[in-house]
């Protein structure tokens, strides 16, 4: 049976160690990444434009970039992803279509995703003494108007019939 005592100690000792971790308070390096230059309206999406931005810190300035690049985009797909598959899962609960055609409109987004094309639309970099490493940001957008036109000039489209084709095509372009 436990006491009162031991209880106590026992909560005390745990809560010594998790409340510093429960407050957003950070040791060492205090911001790692800086504060990005891309904070106004222009870098989120919008009715036009899906658009992310991308951070890279290297020793080499082409390895710096190559991240931040590699960041934004991956966020960007991230973005796309999570947009397809909400448009294809309402489309399917208002379309009366087939798990085949289900099938091959999930398999078109992902085909989709997969191979869209990234505009840079801003850069920044920069060499710090104190540490001594680059520091680039990257601002990518993907053009919702080209992720239609991808979409309607798929070869896995023209697998599914064509009055359900037209159906998806301007339920995405209404949703996306």
């Known amino acids: 049976m436990r006491t009162n005592k031991q209880f106590n100690i026992r909560t005390f000792l745990l809560l010594a160690l998790f409340i510093p971790f429960s407050f957003n308070v950070s040791f060492g390096h205090s911001d ?5 230059p891309f904070r106004s309206n222009n870098y989120n999406s919008d009715n036009a434009f899906l658009r992310a931005t991308g951070f890279g ?3 080499i300035l082409s390895a710096s970039i190559g991240a931040a690049d590699k960041d934004a985009k991956t966020q960007l797909q991230g973005l796309l992803t999570q947009k397809m598959n909400s448009i294809n ?11 085949q055609e289900k099938a091959i409109l ?3 987004g992902k085909s ?3 191979n869209i094309e990234t505009q840079l639309i801003d850069r920044v970099e920069y060499y710090t003494d104190k540490d001594g490493y680059y520091k680039s940001w990257r601002a990518h957008q993907i053009s919702k108007g080209e992720i239609i036109k991808k979409v309607n000039n798929s070869l896995i489209l023209k697998s599914i019939d064509q009055q ?3 159906k998806y095509i301007s339920y ?5």
Do not use: P
Request: hydrophobic share 35%; proline share 0%; glycine share 4%.
């Open 32 to 36: 790692t990444q800086g504060k990005s």
């Open 57 to 59: 810190q290297k020793a």
């Open 89 to 99: 899962n309402s489309f399917f609960q208002i379309a009366n279509s087939t798990e």
């Open 106 to 108: 999930n398999k078109l």
């Open 112 to 114: 989709i995703i997969k």
């Open 164 to 166: 359900l084709k037209i």
């Open 172 to 176: 995405l372009e209404s949703n996306i």
